[in-house]
């Protein structure tokens, strides 16, 4: 069975970080691209960062570039993506969650994913 956990999120104040992990398993995840993406209340999925398989292809959205950095350890026991979040803006609130895409470099659409996570809360104070 195929899980994708995120863990990380809280609450933040405007300026401060977090650190977001993913933690795949259930299956070999080589072949698969991961990306993060976030929802805000009233607001559609949208796409935050990604990273292929080997770690070495990574492209962020333009409000994440500069501030966030996805990474990713493909140890034989785990697979396990994160997302550092620095700089943190309260427009950065929203339900941030961990998706993989199998066959292809990167993952930007919301709808090409193959496995989602449940989500995790990050919430920023002004």
């Known amino acids: 069975q195929v899980q994708l956990v995120e863990s990380g999120g809280g609450l933040v104040q405007a300026g401060g970080s977090l650190r977001l992990s993913c933690a795949a398993s259930?299956?070999?995840?080589?072949?698969?691209?991961f990306g993060w993406f976030r929802q805000a209340p009233g607001k559609e999925r949208e796409f935050v960062a990604t990273?292929?398989?080997?770690?070495?292809?990574?492209?962020?959205a333009d409000f994440a570039n500069g501030r966030f950095t996805i990474s990713r350890d493909n140890d034989k026991n785990t697979d396990t993506v994160v997302l550092q979040m620095n700089s943190l803006k309260p427009e950065d609130t929203a339900v941030y969650y961990c998706?993989?895409?199998?066959?292809?470099?990167?993952?930007?659409?919301?709808?090409?994913?193959?496995?989602w996570g449940q989500g995790t809360q990050v919430t920023v104070s002004s």
């Open positions: 998706a993989a895409i199998y066959g292809y470099t990167n993952l930007r659409s919301p709808g090409g994913a193959d496995y």
């Open positions: 990273i292929s398989w080997s770690g070495e292809s990574t492209y962020y």
């Open positions: 259930g299956r070999t995840f080589s072949s698969f691209a």
